[in-house]
């Protein structure tokens, strides 16, 4: 993965509540002589070292659940407000966290005002209105900042799609505003859409999606990879969001740690850890569908979503030399989202939520794929990129997918690139891809921090490449895809899986610290898979 979010104190999934200056009751703290890390240096910053071990490029979010209970209105780690008398003491808590954490070798690259402003039923939680999250970013937080000479960013909101309006309060205040970095969202309410009518309101702000569970019920064989892939991944790319982040990383069999009176009991971590056993769950392979093939500086180009609309041309039957334009609507395109990658590649990640095998065909600057997806799976694709007139034509192929049964993935064959062929070769049709334990030798491992439907039939699709749309180092670029012919096959429906929905992230076994950062590629089969 390439992103990772910590709690900036304890959230609903540590088996207490602590904040980093704790105080008996009555007592205060304005001078913040009693902050310390002390619990993370248990757990948290050990972890992150090894981390950053073996990715130190991993970017670091961090949410508080509450200020201390001493600096709220109920004077209880549950609920409450934010004293105003405490808005100038708790920004400068914000700015030791930061310089505490960077003296232990760890960057904090962004921190979120609030975790779930608007839900006052977790243990901890701190409730917030938009106005007073204004408030305290533009007289408080954003230049205390300043002042520390920090780079972190500052994201609001953080909390569920059907409220758009949060944010947009927030960046109406043109003096908050110029602190804010972007936008935060969950998927637990509302609609992801609510995520592009921010970005189309305020195209300067980031819009960043920072968390959601998702769960499987455990000993099962298959898992519902389809209809993940296509909300975590295809959904939420293709609404702006620079990164996905899942809650949680980590977590034991029966899903502790968690705090009682308002904590998740049934967050599922992406890996599950039993001693020294450990399992990989249906968050782990959403992740991996993208991840793996997503690489940073990634861009999301445009391809063809159900509801699009391409313009035919045809000869009059009954006048001939006479042509016609046809409109049609492309209501059976599977769900999928595209990406062009540093290293010159084309990324196309397919899901097929439908009862029947799917053939999906794909179009690219004039080069054609077919391919197939069983009901109930998901597919990564991967090729080189290719203009017209170019001389680095090269030849391109489906670099993979993989089927609903859990822990088996399929590969293509080995092959190498040609980049002396004066022209590319077409696609390789329903290329063989046999069942391996192992992960395809022309890829690599990764996740994203920064990057963006639901048919019921199987679809083709043509890809044509444009330009970006904005210049940001993770623009969503263009690239249209258009519907070209449906087909399936009837097939044995799979058994539906009755479970929630809801969340996923990094965390420590031992405390739940951490938030998992998503990254899409490899589905899940049988057998054992090696990311």
Known sequence: ISCIQLTLGASDLNSFVFSYDDMPAGKEDFELKQFSLAQDLHDVVPVMREILAINPDIQILSSPWSAPAWMKTNADVRGGQLRKECYGVYADYFVRYVEAMRDHGIDIDAVTVQNEPLNSRNTPSMYWFAFEQADFIKN???????????????VVFDHNCDRPDYALAVYNDPEAAKYVTGAAFHHYRGDLSAMSYVHEARP????????QM??????????????????????????????????????DPLNDPHTDNGGCSMCQGALTIDKDSVSRNLAYYVI?????????????????????????????????????TNVAEHAGVAANVAFRTPDGRIVLVAANDSWSRRSIRIQYNGRFAELELEPGAAGTFVWDEWRNGSQ????????????????????????GNRPNRPSPPPFTTTPQLPSGCGRPAHTRSHCFWESGRYPKSPCSATATESGASRSAPWSHASTNIYSVSTASKPSTPRTPLSRPEPRSTAASWRSPVLKTAVSTKHTAPEGKYTP
Request: hydrophobic share 35%.
């Open 288 to 324: 991996a569908h993208a991840s793996k093939f997503v690489r940073p500086g990634s861009v999301r180009i445009a391809s063809t979503a159900p509801g699009d609309r391409s313009v035919s041309i045809c000869e009059d039957e009954q006048r001939p030399n006479v042509f016609r």
């Open 204 to 211: 300067d702000k980031e819009i960043y999606f920072t968390e």
């Open 140 to 154: 408080y937080l954003g230049p205390k900042f300043r002042e520390a000479g920090l780079s972190t960013g500052i």
């Open 392 to 415: 680095q034509r090269r030849c391109c192929w489906p670099a993979f997918r993989a089927r609903r049964r859990k822990k088996t993935l399929s590969r293509p064959k080995a092959g």
């Open 214 to 251: 998702t769960t499987e019920r455990p000993g099962q064989r298959q898992i519902a990879i389809a209809p993940a892939v296509e909300r975590l991944i295809v959904g939420i790319m293709r609404n702006w969001s620079r990164n996905v982040v899942l809650w949680n990383l980590a977590a």
